[in-house]
């Protein structure tokens, strides 16, 4: 038997939108390194959705999309940054690829200084696979939780459909996150919304004690 696990990889249309909303970005990036603070401290913009930023390897879970706070805290701690090869400023990377296990790797990103486009590799992948995978647990997106309810199972002893007890998982979005568009005309127009990060244990025990205490 032959296992096969392929890394994540965004669908032909986000691929699409992906590359004005990179522009838009770039354009703007100075806008959003000043409020960075805000962007933190906020769900809504923590979690601001960008088609064109994403992360990919094999075998292990937690590639998939970077959101806007991903991306401030891995350029803040210096795992997704590199060199420029045209002005030797700090390219903040936006989305990057490569095998845990060999650690050939490719990221794309900006530079701070020039803002132009870079694509290049570090010497190893690294941890950096790691630390994407602990900001998701950090800062998930959702909670799921399986919640029991009332329904109707077959019965194999010839009786047909009877009442029964089922499960479903149920997703409870943490945050309503704000556009790429749309943070930036708040941000222009000085008013930044307030929606605090939310308290992800203490959710995840509410919604322990929901499901629990229905029949």
């Known amino acids: 038997m032959t296992l096969y696990s392929i890394g994540y990889l965004p669908n032909d249309e ?9 522009q838009v970005f770039r354009d703007h990036l100075a806008l959003i390194l000043d409020h960075e603070r805000d962007i933190l401290k906020c769900a809504d913009y923590f979690l601001c959705p960008l088609d064109f930023a994403f992360c990919s390897w094999a ?41 845990i296990l060999s650690g050939s790797n490719g990221w794309t990103g900006i530079c701070e ?60 979005p943490l945050a309503n996150p704000a556009t790429l568009n749309v943070l930036i005309d708040e941000l222009k127009s000085g008013n930044a919304r307030v929606a605090k990060m939310p308290n992800v244990s203490l959710l995840k025990q509410e919604m322990k004690l929901k499901f629990s205490r229905r029949p």
């Open 113 to 172: 200084s020039c803002h132009s486009k870079q694509d290049g590799r570090w010497e190893r992948l690294g941890d950096r696979w790691q630390f994407v995978r602990n900001l998701r647990q950090l800062y998930p997106h959702e909670i799921c939780e399986w919640e029991e309810y009332d329904g109707l199972i077959f019965s194999w002893g010839g009786n047909g459909l009877q009442p029964g007890r089922k499960k479903r998982l149920v997703h409870k």
């Open 14 to 22: 986000n691929l699409k939108t992906g590359e004005n909303q990179f």
């Open 59 to 99: 075998w292990v879970g937690g590639d998939g999309p970077l959101y806007l706070g991903y991306l401030l805290l891995g350029w803040r701690d210096g795992r997704l940054t590199a060199k420029c090869a045209e002005c030797g400023g700090t390219v903040l990377i936006t989305r990057f690829g490569g095998s």
